[in-house]
Nanobody, 115 residues
Framework: QVQLVESGGGLVQPGGSLRLSCAAS????????MGWYRQTPGQERELVARITSGGSTNYAEFVKGRFTISRDNAKNTVYLQMNSLKPEDTAVYYC?????????WGQGTLVTVSS
């Protein structure tokens, strides 16, 4: 059984920063793509950022220049550094990994940007 455990969400003021982490555990033979998605009530889940096994990254336009995705392959962990947060960044953030050729999702962590 493979699982993803996320941490780092919470309440932050506009302009502040948060760092999300997502660690994979279990019977892991390979991890390819890693990514972060987010979802607000009534909306579809949307891509925030993703990173390949080789370190190539892609970002949604609405986070470019503010968020940075990175990964630590030795720790089976992906990170999302979020700076200059805005109220519209409020959402549940989910990590997603391709583990052993299967898509695995984290449970989600709530990020609230409010004064």
């Amino acid at each position: 059984q493979v699982q993803l455990v996320e941490s780092g969400g919470g309440l932050v003021q506009p302009g502040g920063s948060l760092r999300l982490s997502c660690a994979a555990s279990g019977r892991i033979f390979s991890i390819n793509g890693m990514g972060w998605y987010r979802q607000t009530p009534g909306q579809e889940r949307e891509l925030v950022a993703r990173i390949t096994s080789g370190g190539s990254t892609n970002y949604a336009e609405f986070v470019k220049g503010r968020f940075t995705i990175s990964r630590d392959n030795a720790k089976n962990t992906v990170y999302l550094q979020m700076n200059s947060l805005k109220p519209e960044d409020t959402a549940v953030y989910y990590c997603r990994m391709i583990i052993n050729s299967n898509v695995v999702w984290g449970q989600g962590t709530l990020v609230t940007v409010s004064s």
